[in-house]
């Protein structure tokens, strides 16, 4: 039955904020069949598109575990495969460094089906992790300067190799976006955006390492899957990496208070002390490709946090 469409598409961490919002973008059309995958190690369920429309599926599966996902892949033999599936959160990663390695193993996966199946093209999740601190800003694709000491940024970063890899040698295109912070209604209660949402409605402390100064910068969900849906549809960016986030930089103390601000909260502010690794202090990507995708301006942040506020869950 899935053969009468379009396209199939496999997305990969289904469950999680950012891929659950591009299934709900892209059973939208007809055209698309989608099958999603997670484990729910880190994905939450809820995230899922609860419609039950009939273009859609959800498997429940490890990449990570050969058996469990070549099944999956050679029975519905996908045209496009969206990999996003990783251990995710600073503090998450720090404590799981092994399983964090865990996941070279389903990329490797991914990759090799991909070209035994007849997949045209895979879209990577890389992240601004990979250029560890920054050397220069705003960070652009071409220079990254692999100084990154975390398990996280080194796994995206050979992820990204391997995708170049399979297309040096197995002519099997790619598309490697590497993300910068990105907010929205589904995102998971740990990330700094939705955390300092909720603890402002309900007019608890808001928590900061160090003074605040370390900025930021935040994408809404709209921008990050409009650029990336339109890499896909327009068949932009083929074998090239784009830097999708927002390039306007906010410090941690700054956003805590436009926060308050919007929210009416009575919140105060804490300082803790600094975490003492993977809490960078700058971030600013070089967003040329990106707008060449969007063609239009991207969302301010008043207006992304008002949209999280109107539509955002707070657990």
């Known amino acids: ?60 599966c490890d990449v990570n ?16 495969v969206f990999h996003y599936a990783a251990v995710v959160g600073v503090l998450r990663t720090l404590e799981n460094p092994v399983s964090v390695l865990n996941d070279i193993d389903g990329i490797k996966n991914i990759l090799t ?23 220069h800003l705003p960070q652009n694709e071409t220079t990254t300067p692999l100084n990154s000491r975390l398990p996280y940024a080194i796994v995206k970063n050979v992820g990204e190799a391997f995708c170049k890899s399979y297309q040096q040698e197995f002519g099997l295109d790619y598309t490697i976006f590497r993300f910068f912070n990105t907010y929205g209604p589904k995102q998971s209660t740990d990330f700094v955006m939705s955390k300092f949402l909720r603890l402002a409605m309900k007019n608890e402390p808001i928590t900061i390492y160090g003074d605040g100064s370390q900025t930021r910068t935040f994408c809404y969900i709209d ?8 890499a896909f549809e327009k068949n932009l960016f083929v074998n090239d990496v784009v830097n ?7 410090t941690v103390l700054d956003l805590a208070k436009i926060i308050i601000k919007l929210t009416n909260s009575k919140s105060e502010i804490k300082h803790l002390p600094p975490l003492k690794d993977g809490d960078m ?31 955002g869950n707070f657990f």
Request: hydrophobic share 35%; proline share 3%; net charge positive.
């Open 65 to 80: 575990n050969w058996a469990d996902i070549s099944s999956i892949m050679l029975s519905y033999r996908f045209d496009y």
């Open 281 to 311: 202090t700058r971030r600013q990507p070089d967003i040329e490709k990106m707008k060449q995708l969007l063609n239009r301006d991207l969302l301010s942040l008043e207006i992304g946090i008002k949209r999280v506020m109107a539509n």
């Open 113 to 135: 089906l991909s070209k035994n199946s007849g997949v045209k093209r895979v879209f990577y999740s890389s992240s601004s992790e990979v250029y560890g601190e920054p050397v």
């Open 223 to 230: 921008d990050n899957l409009d650029a990336c849906l339109n």
């Open 1 to 60: 039955m899935h053969n009468s469409y379009k396209n199939k598409i496999l997305i990969t961490g289904g469950a999680g904020f950012i891929p659950s919002s591009l299934a709900d973008r892209l059973i939208a059309d007809s055209d698309n069949f989608v099958v999603s995958v997670d484990n729910f190690h880190t994905g939450e369920k809820r995230n899922l598109p609860t419609h039950n429309p009939k273009n859609y599926k959800f498997i429940k």
């Open 244 to 250: 999708v986030g927002n390039d306007e930089t906010t």
